[in-house]
């Protein structure tokens, strides 16, 4: 079992930035894929970006990539989604996610564990 919280999420205007963390416990997290994904209301949940705990190798999805980073924390055990040049189309529940699959994944369903959510909202 892993266990993911996410913190971080508020309010912030167009142009700004954001740090969203994701903390992750329990049993061989560390060999994990870690992913971001994010859902806006009404709207299907889509892939952000995605880290492999082991290697440190990313992927990003189209509407951020160049915007936004990935990184890992090993110390703190803590994920981190650096988000810049926020649009109000950012805005949505942003989802920490774990999956043991050896490779990064834009696919919700290659991933096991998923945080609560936080929300991020840019205001225009």
């Known amino acids: 079992q892993v266990q993911l919280v996410e913190s971080g999420g508020g309010l912030v205007q167009a142009g700004g930035s954001l740090r969203v963390s994701c903390a992750a416990s329990g049993r061989n997290f560390r060999s994990y894929t870690m992913g971001w994904f994010r859902q806006a209301p009404g709207k299907e949940r889509e892939f952000v970006a995605a880290?492999?705990?082991?290697?440190?190798?990313?992927y990003y999805g189209g509407s951020v990539k160049g915007r936004f980073t990935v990184s890992i924390d090993n110390a703190k055990n803590t994920v981190y989604l650096q988000m810049n040049s926020l649009k109000p189309e950012d805005t949505a529940v942003y989802y920490c996610?774990?999956?043991?699959?050896?490779?990064?994944?834009?696919?919700?369903?290659?991933?096991?564990?998923w945080g609560q959510g936080t929300q991020v909202t840019v205001s225009s």
């Open positions: 996610a774990a999956g043991n699959i050896g490779r990064v994944s834009s696919m919700v369903t290659a991933y096991n564990y």
């Open positions: 880290i492999i705990w082991s290697t440190g190798s990313t």
